[in-house]
């Protein structure tokens, strides 16, 4: 059984349309980054799966409908919507403790001894702690919950570099175990792309990218080419084309490995790149028409 | 990063080894309810601090009476040397109407931001990412103004009393009187009857107070106070002057003050200090209890539907 599966996917506000027929599938035991630009659908999609918005179409999540078996999903769910969302007032002994009360698959020794690793003091307010260390207690909570799907929405929002890159060790390193299912959007893609197995592009609530992280790398290929083989390069129809210090670096979709290397140097893309031609690409398509 | 045998990206699903996650045991028994309530009291210090600050001042104001008027029991009435008559257990009653009083306004104010200032805080999305549900929320939060604030106001006001009533009696046998007289001008333990009788009529008379400010916390963006009391001042203003009445505003009004069905003819308008005139059954019994219970009850229904869809402001 998928852990995700959507058929059509809907969600208008008013007039404005925020998910336009998405279809999806993520398997268990995978971790997808849904990339896209600002507005394009992201927060709106995984509110869906999440239960805490209604919609149009098919979804079912963990073999539940969200919206109308919320309570239920919780439990096997869980998410960080936003890296500021602890309560300011509370303890950090008192969110261990509320969270042990509430949740039947909560381990709180696993959050204990993730906490212990770290400087954050049990008696301290939330409003006390920095914001790196905020992420931490955070990240000590749902990592200590035993759930089967984690929705991580812009987790690192805000946080410095060693922060950030602390955030995904822990996540690989003491949470996913191959049979959980992990989404993160981000915009800090080069971060996260050793971390996902599969990756998603969505732009104006449609997805226009979507596969694995071994086809992505099979598919595309960047080739920073040797001046006197512009031309020849360019024959063979990139998808991309940018300046670097004063290189031509070119970005091919489904070409040969051997026969690109022949004209310069060859390697994969970073998401990154990936994603400014597909979704730059789409955005001056759309100026040029309009 | 650990070593790469400990994470495998993409791996194939590993459920069937005893994994992490396979490990850990059994789903532990929870109390959605109970720590819904508890941290409900964690957040609002004002439940417990807003009832102690009024016991306070009231004490404050007893013992400086006592001090200006050695030797004779202050009632609140002295000013300017000229002394109402006012009964002896006045004090007590002063303390019983404040401490309920608060309770009532810590009350309003407690459930007008409790489903308000969790949207504004975006801590709603922390609250939703656990398995507590819309119902079990609203419920816990319907629980403070209905059984945890009576019970602090009972409390309160039955030790502000005790320590009035000790310091009396300390003051009359300073001056020689005789401490039975006191006792029998004062029914105290009659009065705490009264006092939890009443702290828990007025808890549930006022059901659709609670329940409406819950549902215009869940729905305001802003100034949940002015949405609260705007519309029903509306209703009151346009049925004067379309109809000439008011019985809208009668309405409001009766439910503002203390249920006159709880306790019999005699006591209406004057101070309760004796169990007799507590009248339960004709409380129980009474249409506008049972209206009241409804009403709060679809307040409360309609804010849990709210809370569903409502996003952080």
Same mark, same amino acid.
């Given at each position: @059984?998928?852990?995700?599966?959507?058929?059509?996917?809907?969600?208008?506000?008013?007039?404005? =349309?925020?998910?336009?027929? =998405?279809?999806?599938?993520v398997?268990?035991?995978?971790?997808?980054?849904?990339?896209?630009?600002?507005?394009?659908?992201?927060?709106?999609? &995984?509110?869906?799966?999440?239960?805490?918005?209604?919609?149009?179409?098919?979804?079912?999540?963990?073999?539940?409908?969200?919206?109308?078996?919320?309570?239920?999903?919780?439990?096997?769910?869980?998410?960080?919507?936003?890296?500021? =969302?602890?309560?300011?007032? @509370?303890?950090?002994?008192?969110?261990?403790?509320?969270?042990?009360? =509430?949740?039947?698959?909560? #381990?709180r020794?696993?959050?204990?001894?993730?906490?212990?690793?770290?400087?954050?003091?049990?008696?301290?307010?939330v409003?006390?702690l920095?914001?790196?260390m905020?992420?931490?207690l955070?990240?000590?909570?749902?990592?200590?919950?035993?759930?089967?799907?984690?929705?991580?929405?812009?987790?690192?929002?805000?946080?410095?570099?060693l922060?950030?890159?602390q955030f995904?060790?822990?996540?690989? #390193?003491?949470?996913? #175990?191959?049979?959980?299912?992990i989404?993160?959007?981000?915009?800090?893609?080069?971060?996260?792309?050793?971390?996902?197995?599969?990756?998603?592009?969505?732009?104006?609530?449609?997805?226009?990218l979507?596969?694995? @992280?071994?086809?992505?790398?099979?598919?595309?290929?960047?080739?920073?080419?040797?001046?006197d083989?512009?031309?020849?390069?360019?024959a063979?129809?990139?998808?991309?084309?940018?300046?670097?210090?004063?290189?031509?670096?070119?970005?091919? #979709?489904?070409?040969?490995?051997?026969q &690109?290397?022949?004209?310069?140097?060859?390697?994969?893309?970073?998401?990154?790149?990936?994603?400014?031609?597909?979704?730059?690409?789409?955005?001056?398509?759309?100026r040029?028409?309009? | 990063?650990?070593?790469?045998?400990?994470?495998?990206?993409?791996?194939?699903? +590993?459920?069937?080894?005893?994994?992490?996650?396979?490990?850990?045991?059994?789903?532990?028994?929870?109390?959605?309810?109970?720590w819904?309530?508890?941290?409900? %009291?964690?957040?609002?210090?004002?439940?417990?601090?807003?009832?102690?600050?009024?016991?306070?001042?009231?004490l404050?104001?007893?013992?400086? /009476?006592?001090?200006?008027?050695?030797?004779?029991?202050?009632?609140f009435?002295?000013?300017?040397?000229?002394?109402? /008559?006012?009964?002896?257990?006045?004090?007590?009653?002063?303390?019983?109407?404040?401490?309920?009083v608060?309770?009532i306004?810590?009350?309003?104010?407690y459930?007008?931001?409790a489903?308000?200032?969790? +949207?504004?805080? +975006?801590?709603?999305?922390?609250?939703?990412? %656990?398995?507590?549900?819309?119902?079990?929320?609203?419920?816990?939060?319907?629980?403070?103004?209905?059984?945890?604030?009576?019970?602090v106001?009972?409390?309160?006001?039955?030790?502000?009393?005790?320590?009035?009533?000790?310091?009396?009696?300390?003051?009359?046998?300073?001056s020689?009187?005789?401490?039975?007289?006191?006792?029998?001008?004062?029914?105290?333990?009659?009065? %705490?009857?009264?006092?939890?009788?009443?702290?828990?009529?007025?808890?549930?008379?006022?059901?659709?107070?609670?329940?409406w400010?819950?549902?215009?916390?869940?729905?305001?963006?802003?100034?949940?106070?002015?949405?609260?009391?705007?519309?029903?001042?509306?209703?009151?203003?346009?049925?004067?002057?379309?109809?000439?009445?008011s019985?809208?505003?009668?309405l409001?009004?009766?439910?503002?003050?203390?249920?006159?069905?709880?306790?019999?003819?005699?006591?209406q308008?004057?101070?309760?200090?004796?169990?007799?005139? %507590?009248?339960?059954?004709g409380?129980?019994?009474?249409?506008?209890?049972?209206?009241?219970?409804?009403?709060?009850?679809?307040?409360?229904?309609?804010?849990?539907?709210?809370?569903?869809?409502?996003?952080?402001?």
């Amino acid at each position: @059984m998928a852990c995700i599966e959507a058929r059509g996917l809907r969600k208008t506000y008013g007039s404005a =349309v925020a998910l336009d027929g =998405v279809d999806l599938k993520v398997e268990a035991g995978r971790i997808l980054g849904l990339i896209g630009p600002n507005g394009a659908g992201k927060s709106t999609a &995984l509110k869906a799966i999440l239960g805490l918005t209604p919609y149009q179409g098919e979804l079912t999540v963990l073999g539940r409908h969200p919206w109308r078996e919320r309570d239920q999903l919780m439990r096997e769910v869980s998410f960080i919507a936003d890296v500021a =969302v602890l309560p300011r007032w @509370m303890r950090v002994s008192q969110a261990l403790d509320y969270v042990a009360g =509430v949740h039947p698959r909560f #381990d709180r020794a696993k959050a204990e001894a993730f906490l212990a690793r770290t400087t954050i003091r049990r008696t301290s307010k939330v409003r006390e702690l920095s914001k790196g260390m905020v992420v931490q207690l955070h990240l000590a909570i749902v990592m200590a919950i035993d759930a089967r799907l984690l929705v991580l929405d812009e987790p690192t929002l805000g946080l410095d570099l060693l922060y950030r890159k602390q955030f995904y060790d822990n996540l690989l #390193d003491d949470y996913f #175990d191959g049979s959980r299912t992990i989404i993160v959007t981000t915009h800090q893609v080069e971060e996260v792309q050793h971390v996902l197995t599969d990756l998603m592009f969505i732009d104006r609530g449609r997805i226009v990218l979507s596969c694995s @992280m071994e086809d992505f790398e099979a598919r595309y290929l960047e080739l920073t080419v040797r001046p006197d083989q512009l031309a020849a390069a360019r024959a063979l129809k990139p998808i991309n084309e940018r300046q670097a210090i004063g290189r031509c670096i070119l970005l091919f #979709d489904h070409a040969e490995r051997e026969q &690109l290397a022949a004209l310069g140097e060859v390697r994969t893309p970073g998401i990154a790149d990936l994603f400014v031609a597909v979704i730059g690409g789409r955005t001056q398509d759309l100026r040029g028409a309009a | 990063m650990s070593s790469p045998s400990d994470i495998v990206p993409g791996a194939a699903p +590993r459920a069937d080894l005893p994994g992490r996650a396979t490990a850990s045991v059994a789903p532990t028994p929870t109390r959605p309810f109970f720590w819904s309530v508890r941290r409900e %009291l964690w957040e609002n210090g004002s439940i417990w601090i807003a009832p102690l600050s009024a016991a306070g001042v009231i004490l404050v104001g007893f013992l400086l /009476a006592l001090a200006n008027l050695p030797g004779r029991v202050p009632s609140f009435g002295g000013r300017g040397g000229v002394r109402h /008559a006012l009964p002896p257990e006045a004090p007590y009653g002063i303390v019983a109407v404040v401490l309920l009083v608060t309770a009532i306004i810590v009350g309003v104010f407690y459930c007008l931001g409790a489903l308000n200032a969790e +949207r504004r805080d +975006r801590t709603i999305l922390f609250w939703k990412s %656990l398995p507590v549900s819309d119902l079990t929320t609203v419920a816990a939060k319907a629980f403070i103004p209905l059984v945890v604030l009576p019970i602090v106001a009972f409390v309160v006001a039955a030790l502000t009393q005790g320590v009035i009533l000790g310091l009396s009696a300390a003051s009359a046998a300073a001056s020689g009187s005789k401490l039975a007289a006191l006792m029998t001008d004062v029914p105290f333990f009659s009065m %705490l009857g009264v006092l939890a009788y009443t702290a828990a009529v007025v808890a549930i008379w006022y059901a659709p107070v609670w329940g409406w400010c819950l549902l215009v916390g869940a729905w305001a963006r802003r100034v949940a106070f002015l949405w609260a009391v705007a519309p029903p001042l509306a209703i009151c203003v346009i049925e004067r002057i379309a109809f000439g009445s008011s019985f809208f505003a009668h309405l409001i009004g009766s439910r503002l003050n203390p249920p006159l069905a709880a306790f019999s003819a005699p006591a209406q308008g004057r101070m309760v200090i004796d169990l007799g005139v %507590l009248d339960p059954v004709g409380f129980l019994t009474s249409p506008g209890l049972w209206l009241g219970l409804a009403a709060g009850a679809g307040f409360a229904a309609a804010a849990v539907w709210v809370r569903r869809y409502r996003d952080p402001i």
